[in-house]
T-cell receptor
Framework: GESVGLHLPTLSVQEGDNSIINCAYS??????FIWYKQESGKGPQFIID?????DKRQGQRVTVLLNKTVKHLSLQIAATQPGDSAVYFC??????????FGTGTRLTIIP | DTEVTQTPKHLVMGMTNKKSLKCEQH?????MYWYKQKAKKPPELMFV???????INESVPSRFSPECPNSSLLNLHLHALQPEDSALYLC??????????????FGPGTRLTVL
């Protein structure tokens, strides 16, 4: 399943499938990007980050891709599980400036 | 350990009350943040402390008053709030504003309801 972030704030994916959550960021000078996961009633939880001098970074079951040409960030989650259901926020920053959060995408895993 | 703790978890207060939210971290972080998050919205930055000094105030009304007693603690004092101030208040910390690509770690938040 795939979302386009701002234009499709919800994404439903079958358990076991891969998920792709997209984010269009605003500042072409941003040099640091983070994905957070926020479950209902909890604070945002750090998932993975990437610097602007990279275009791909992998973690455990997650991969972040950065396309600076089109100012696009994506989070890929492999073999989604029920515990992956949450709202996912991308965030960007430039230098030591404050984090700017995207609007978020709600991911729902269908059993 | 990347834990930021916040108390209380829930708070209900009247518009004439005075209350405080507390945040604590023991990761040696020197930057601490307060965010406000309304339902189905991303977190909005309110204040940033760097080395116990207020570094950023995002034009927050004076009924919110932050305090950083030491490098591990951050308080948010509340007075004469309005019902529209009801939200989830999140605290975060990071290594320091001088650190490029500084990751912020969030606490679980305090769910505030103003009656």
């Amino acid at each position: 399943g795939e979302s386009v972030g701002l234009h499709l704030p919800t994404l439903s994916v079958q358990e076991g499938d891969n998920s792709i959550i997209n984010c269009a960021y605003s500042n072409s000078a941003s040099d640091y990007f983070i994905w957070y996961k926020q479950e209902s009633g909890k604070g945002p939880q750090f998932i993975i980050d990437i610097r602007s001098n990279m275009d791909k970074r992998q973690g455990q079951r997650v991969t972040v891709l950065l396309n600076k040409t089109v100012k696009h960030l994506s989070l890929q989650i492999a073999a989604t599980q029920p515990g992956d259901s949450a709202v996912y926020f991308c965030a960007e920053s430039f230098g030591n400036e404050k984090l700017t959060f995207g609007t978020g995408t709600r991911l729902t895993i269908i059993p | 350990d990347t834990e930021v703790t916040q108390t209380p978890k829930h708070l209900v207060m009247g518009m004439t009350n005075k209350k405080s939210l507390k945040c604590e971290q023991h990761m040696g972080h020197r930057a601490m943040y307060w965010y406000k998050q309304k339902a189905k919205k991303p977190p909005e930055l309110m204040f940033v402390y760097s080395y116990e000094k207020l570094s950023i105030n995002e034009s927050v009304p004076s009924r919110f008053s932050p305090e950083c007693p030491n490098s591990s603690l951050l308080n948010l004092h509340l007075h004469a709030l309005q019902p529209e101030d009801s939200a989830l208040y999140l605290c975060a910390s990071s290594r320091g504003l001088a650190v490029i690509t500084d990751t912020q770690y969030f606490g679980p938040g305090t769910r505030l309801t103003v009656l």
